[in-house]
């Protein structure tokens, strides 16, 4: 048995007619997912460090919220007449979304920044420094800070100047005459990008055994006379805007894709402004003008508690010497399949190996990538690349192989959002080396987690024959997540397999029709219709009165036919169990509709982050399928996207996910919370080092302390 049993089929009531219930708001969960993150910032079993970088991942879910989903939100504000039912749903979601970030702030003031001063780690603005500490914040700002500051006294000759997204800026009302004489009294102040946003007080200046930081704003703020002549400043405040940042292209309409983004890029910082904010103590004539300036509606002003972007109190975290308010740091454990030592093509004669990330070490696959670039025996190397960082190991390994006369093609996703600057950089080393660089498909991401290598070996009767190996995974090829987000990967050398994934490279670079895959499911071709015929099939046996069981982990949930398909499973009888760590718009527990439907979402240490499907359906020896998948359950995945799921054949391999990445979540008890039918979210247990936790037990049975 694999322990996702539920009921017999003699418990159930009998099928009701099929309805669907009304879809939850996309954008109201992803708000939900955030308040579950803020919560985070608020658990006395949380290390303080790590309850303030919650408050920043929050800080910055929040800029990509705007950033991304509610560009086009602003204009139907603007543009609907009162009474309109979808512009009062965007009031509702601008609502929540100024009370959460005030909840942010509270968090900070309230709670996480008096318990580090309690500790002896503390944020300390002007009107707190001791005399000493003031004199070394102003040699610090005439040294480092004023020879950057340039501010702008707006006229007919000085016109509002082009702010950037995210940006740093001063607001200064004046008083007092110019220089010429005239009573202009606005001027700007942009804070360069290059200039740390925390500073760290000398030991000498604080008392022994404390740590002071004192933030850019207040350094600025507490000199910003010196700025203007000795002009009076009457009125300032901090302000920041947020901009539409999606990076539009017209593909239909471009030669080179690669030169058309860079050049884009160029001009995504100055997008259509989406949101202001200002410090709660901005003067409304200040904050007016602002507004009237980016051409905002009052919905879009945000009176903040503190800076305006907590996203930079992750340097605090960093800088702060206090590794006992940190986690205990994590090393991930070495996969017991690989034996060290043996070289993993060999390893892969034996069977697949599978890695759960970041529980046991990503090291195996750069081993394997690596073993492959030493390898005169390799031919071939290709893989797809959507985020990997600016710095990493592994496309340094590519552009070695390329080096040496390896074949190599790189898939490379020019529109990573936030990250295509990265990939062209990516891009044009390859290609300088030698290598093939494609970009996909025009209208697609490539989003699948794909590595194959070809290799040069002897058969039994000692001809040469070509063999494949490859890695596949639900993560990205970035070493910095692979220790933070959870994920589950596979290397096989299977020759059903692999020949499949090397018809998907092929249908990448060529565009051309290839066999439909019997084993790998793809999108945008059949894996959104082979998920549905999957949940059918649970569908109509538990409708003949046999057991049928969905559990599904996703890191969102928003396509409607996969959910209506769910419901309808439901309804025939069928259990479901969602594991959704983002946005969930299917409401649970209707009667009626979904009271068969359970969605829970963990958010833990790391973050959340693979994709496992599993079907079981049949008489006792219920017949099953398992899935591991680079895709969510959305439109944008389904249809939009090149993405991959593969079936987990071996028993062993399949058992080992239903164990390690299904069944712990559904038990936990310190992580988790349990979505209600309103889309609302009630944390399942009690806090507490000694509740059941799916990552903590995870990571004491692979990974040992440093």
Not at 280 to 302: H, S
């Amino acid at each position: 048995m694999n322990d996702l049993a539920t009921d017999s089929p003699g418990t159930r009531s009998a099928a009701r007619r099929p309805q669907q219930p009304t879809l939850l708001n996309r954008e109201r969960a992803i708000l939900a997912f955030n308040r579950r993150v803020l919560a985070q910032a608020l658990r006395a079993d949380v290390p303080l460090l790590e309850r303030l970088r919650y408050i920043t991942i929050v800080s910055s879910n929040m800029d990509e919220f705007f950033e991304v989903r509610f560009a086009d939100a602003i204009e139907l504000m603007r543009q609907a007449p009162d009474g309109d039912p979808e512009r009062a749903d965007l009031r509702r979601v601008a609502d929540e979304a100024h009370a959460l970030i005030d909840a942010m702030y509270a968090a900070l003031n309230e709670q996480v920044m008096p318990a580090l001063a309690a500790q002896g780690i503390a944020l300390i603005n002007h009107a707190q420094r001791s005399p000493a500490q003031r004199a070394w914040v102003e040699r610090y700002f005439r040294a480092q800070v004023l020879p950057l500051l340039l501010p702008v006294g707006l006229d007919p000759a000085h016109p509002f100047p082009l702010v950037a997204n995210k940006s740093l800026n001063f607001i200064v009302r004046l008083g007092g005459t110019d220089a010429f004489g005239r009573d202009n009294a606005i001027a700007i102040v942009k804070v360069p990008r290059a200039l740390p946003r925390l500073i760290r007080l000398p030991d000498s200046v604080m008392a022994p055994g404390s740590q002071g930081f004192v933030q850019l704003t207040s350094v600025i703020r507490a000199h910003l006379e010196s700025l203007f002549g000795g002009r009076p400043v009457e009125s300032f405040s901090q302000f920041r805007v947020t901009r539409d940042s999606d990076l539009e292209v017209d593909e239909e309409d471009v030669v080179n894709l690669r030169q058309a983004l860079r050049t884009g890029l160029t001009t995504r910082h100055f997008g259509q402004a989406i949101r202001l904010e200002v410090v709660a103590t901005c003067p409304e004539p200040l904050w007016r003008f602002l507004l009237d300036q980016f051409a905002l509606p009052e919905a879009a002003l945000y009176r903040v508690n503190g800076p305006v972007n907590l996203v930079r109190l992750d340097q605090l975290i960093e800088q702060a010497r206090a590794p006992a308010l940190r986690f205990a740091p994590h090393s991930p454990g070495w996969p017991e399949a690989l034996p060290r030592g043996q070289p993993i093509f060999e390893r892969l004669k034996q069977g697949d190996v599978l890695l759960h990330h970041p529980f046991e070490s990503f090291e195996p696959v750069l081993q394997f990538l690596r073993e492959a670039v030493d390898d005169p025996a390799v031919l071939a190397i290709k893989q797809t690349i959507y985020r990997t960082g600016s710095q990493s190991l592994l496309m340094e390994l590519l552009i070695e192989a390329a080096r040496r006369g390896k074949e190599v093609t790189a898939v490379v996703e020019l529109k990573a959002r936030f990250d295509e600057e990265a990939n062209i950089n990516w891009a044009e080393r390859l290609e300088a080396v030698g290598a093939q660089v494609v970009y996909g498909i025009v209208g697609f991401k490539t989003h699948a987690k794909l590595m194959l290598v070809t290799r040069r070996e002897k058969s039994r009767n000692g001809a040469a024959q070509l063999q494949r190996y490859a890695h596949i995974s639900t993560g990205n090829y970035n070493l910095g997540t692979a220790r933070l987000y959870t994920d589950l990967g596979m290397l096989t050398a299977d020759p059903q397999l692999t020949p499949e994934i090397d018809a998907v490279f092929h249908q990448l670079a060529s565009l051309t029709r290839v066999r439909p895959p019997r084993h790998l499911l793809t999108a945008p071709f059949a894996l959104h219709r082979r998920f549905l015929a999957m949940i059918a099939k649970v569908a109509r046996a538990a409708a003949a009165g046999q057991p049928g069981r969905i559990v599904v982990k996703l890191n969102a949930l928003t396509e409607p036919a996969l959910i209506q398909a769910l419901v309808r499973a439901a309804q025939a009888g069928a259990e479901v169990d969602l594991i959704v760590r983002g946005a969930c718009i299917l409401p649970p527990g209707l009667a009626g509709l979904t009271e068969r439907i359970r969605v829970r979402s963990i958010v833990g240490r790391f973050l959340e982050h693979t994709r496992v499907c599993y079907f079981s359906w049949g008489a006792a020896d219920a017949e099953q399928a398992l899935y591991l998948s680079s895709a969510d359950w959305m439109g944008r995945n389904m249809f939009r996207r090149i993405e991959l799921a593969w079936p987990v054949r071996d028993p062993v391999l399949r058992q080992r996910v239903i164990d390690e990445a299904l069944v712990p979540y559904l038990h936990d008890q310190r992580d988790a919370w349990c979505q209600a039918s309103d889309g609302s979210y009630l944390p399942v247990g009690e806090a507490g080092s000694a509740a059941a936790s799916a990552q903590a037990a995870l990571a004491a049975r692979y990974g040992h302390g440093d």
